[in-house]
C-alpha cells in the first residue's frame, strides 16, 4: 500500500477557528504556544492588536492613598470585545478551563476574574449534577445494572480533574442494552419522567436518549457509544 502524504486530520482542524485558537490556548502543553494562540484569539475577535497590558481593569493601588480603585470604567475595548464573545456560545463552556491557565496565559484581570466566576460556577452545577444521579446509580446497583459513567462525567472521575474545569450540561450513562428496561423502572420509580417516546428513541437508531427530573438535571441514558448509521 502506498504511503499517504496526507497530513493527519487533528481535532482542531474540524472546528471554527476561532474556538480552535481558544481550545488551543487553554490546554496546549507548551505555555509559550498556548500565549501565541490566545494572542491570536484576541487580534481576531477584537480586530484590535494595539493593547496596554498594564491597564487591564483590575483594581489599581492609589499610591498616595492606599486604597485600591475599579478601573473598569476605562478599560481598553479590546478587553470588552474578548469577555462578550467568551460569554456567548459554546466557547462559555471552555472559560474554567482557561481558568486553570490564567496565569500561563497573562490573561488580563478582568478575563481572569471572568473565567474564574464561571469554574466557580461550574463547580456548583457540576456537585448539583453529581447529587441528583447518585440515588439513580446505587439504586440500578441494588437491582444488579451495571452503569458505566462517559464523556464529561467519566472524566470527572479521574482523581487529577479538577471539578471546576469540566462543566457538565448532563449526566451521560451507559447501560447495559438488555438491562434498559429495568433502568427506565428503576429512573420511573424515582421520579424520573421516563415516556414511551424515550423508548421508541432506542428500539431505533438511537444511541442515547434524555431524561430529566423536573429540577433541571438530566440524564443521558446511553445503551452503546455511537449511534447506527
Not at 19 to 36: E, G, K, N, S, Y
Not at 57 to 62: E, F, V
Not at 140 to 158: E, N, S
Not at 182 to 206: E, P, S, Y
Given at each position: 500500500?502506498?504511503?499517504?502524504?496526507?497530513?493527519?486530520?487533528?481535532?482542531?482542524?474540524?472546528l471554527?477557528?476561532?474556538?480552535?485558537?481558544?481550545?488551543?490556548?487553554?490546554v496546549?502543553?507548551d505555555?509559550?504556544?498556548?500565549?501565541?494562540?490566545?494572542?491570536?484569539?484576541?487580534?481576531?475577535?477584537?480586530?484590535?492588536?494595539?493593547?496596554?497590558?498594564?491597564?487591564?481593569?483590575?483594581?489599581?493601588?492609589?499610591?498616595?492613598?492606599?486604597?485600591?480603585?475599579?478601573?473598569?470604567?476605562?478599560?481598553?475595548?479590546?478587553?470588552?470585545?474578548?469577555?462578550?464573545?467568551?460569554?456567548?456560545?459554546?466557547?462559555?463552556?471552555?472559560m474554567?478551563?482557561?481558568?486553570?491557565?490564567?496565569?500561563?496565559?497573562?490573561?488580563?484581570?478582568?478575563?481572569?476574574?471572568?473565567?474564574?466566576?464561571?469554574?466557580?460556577?461550574?463547580?456548583?452545577?457540576?456537585?448539583?449534577?453529581?447529587?441528583?444521579?447518585?440515588?439513580?446509580?446505587?439504586?440500578?446497583?441494588?437491582?444488579?445494572?451495571?452503569?458505566?459513567?462517559?464523556?464529561?462525567?467519566?472524566?470527572?472521575?479521574?482523581?487529577?480533574?479538577?471539578?471546576?474545569?469540566?462543566?457538565?450540561?448532563?449526566?451521560?450513562?451507559?447501560v447495559?442494552?438488555?438491562?434498559?428496561?429495568?433502568a427506565?423502572?428503576?429512573?420511573?420509580?424515582?421520579?424520573?419522567?421516563?415516556?414511551?417516546?424515550?423508548?421508541?428513541?432506542?428500539?431505533?437508531?438511537?444511541?442515547?436518549?434524555?431524561?430529566?427530573?423536573?429540577?433541571?438535571?438530566?440524564?443521558d441514558?446511553?445503551?452503546?457509544?455511537?449511534?447506527?448509521?
Amino acid at each position: 500500500m502506498p504511503h499517504s502524504t496526507r497530513p493527519a486530520l487533528r481535532i482542531t482542524d474540524q472546528l471554527d477557528p476561532r474556538i480552535a485558537l481558544l481550545l488551543t490556548a487553554a490546554v496546549h502543553r507548551d505555555p509559550a504556544h498556548a500565549r501565541r494562540a490566545w494572542q491570536q484569539l484576541a487580534d481576531n475577535v477584537t480586530g484590535i492588536t494595539a493593547f496596554d497590558p498594564s491597564h487591564d481593569g483590575s483594581p489599581r493601588a492609589d499610591t498616595h492613598t492606599g486604597t485600591h480603585t475599579d478601573t473598569h470604567a476605562g478599560t481598553h475595548p479590546r478587553l470588552h470585545l474578548l469577555i462578550t464573545w467568551l460569554q456567548s456560545g459554546p466557547q462559555q463552556r471552555l472559560m474554567p478551563l482557561l481558568s486553570s491557565r490564567a496565569a500561563a496565559l497573562q490573561l488580563p484581570g478582568l478575563i481572569d476574574i471572568a473565567c474564574a466566576q464561571a469554574a466557580a460556577v461550574a463547580w456548583g452545577l457540576n456537585v448539583r449534577i453529581i447529587e441528583a444521579i447518585e440515588p439513580v446509580v446505587t439504586a440500578w446497583r441494588r437491582a444488579g445494572i451495571d452503569a458505566l459513567a462517559i464523556k464529561g462525567l467519566g472524566l470527572l472521575g479521574d482523581a487529577h480533574v479538577d471539578h471546576r474545569y469540566r462543566p457538565l450540561g448532563d449526566a451521560d450513562l451507559l447501560v447495559p442494552e438488555h438491562r434498559l428496561d429495568d433502568a427506565f423502572a428503576v429512573l420511573a420509580d424515582l421520579g424520573w419522567h421516563v415516556a414511551a417516546r424515550h423508548r421508541w428513541h432506542l428500539a431505533g437508531r438511537g444511541a442515547a436518549v434524555n431524561i430529566g427530573n423536573g429540577s433541571g438535571v438530566s440524564i443521558d441514558v446511553h445503551r452503546r457509544t455511537a449511534r447506527t448509521m
